[in-house]
């Protein structure tokens, strides 16, 4: 899927001299943050609902321990 992403002048700098810094396109260093940003957000999302769950599953205890 193709999609413009508009970039501030820093941004765009910033960018330009990663890709040319590490050899590769601006694309790839792009597609690659987006990769990164969304595997992170996945996995705090994941901990966030396992923590909520044992949270929930052990309130009893939890507030036992807290007193």
Same mark, same amino acid.
């Given at each position: 899927? /193709?999609?413009t992403?508009r &970039?501030?002048? =820093?941004?765009?700098?910033? &960018? %330009?001299?990663?890709? +040319?810094?590490? @050899?590769t396109?601006?694309?790839?260093? /792009?597609?690659?943050?987006?990769?990164?940003y969304?595997?992170? /957000? =996945?996995? %705090? =999302?994941?901990?966030? /609902? +396992?923590?909520?769950?044992?949270?929930?599953r052990?309130?009893?205890?939890?507030h036992?321990? @807290?007193?």
């Amino acid at each position: 899927m /193709a999609m413009t992403l508009r &970039l501030t002048e =820093d941004e765009q700098n910033a &960018l %330009r001299e990663r890709a +040319a810094f590490e @050899g590769t396109s601006m694309q790839e260093v /792009a597609r690659r943050a987006v990769r990164e940003y969304i595997a992170k /957000a =996945d996995h %705090r =999302d994941r901990v966030a /609902a +396992a923590a909520e769950f044992i949270t929930q599953r052990h309130a009893v205890a939890l507030h036992r321990l @807290g007193e």
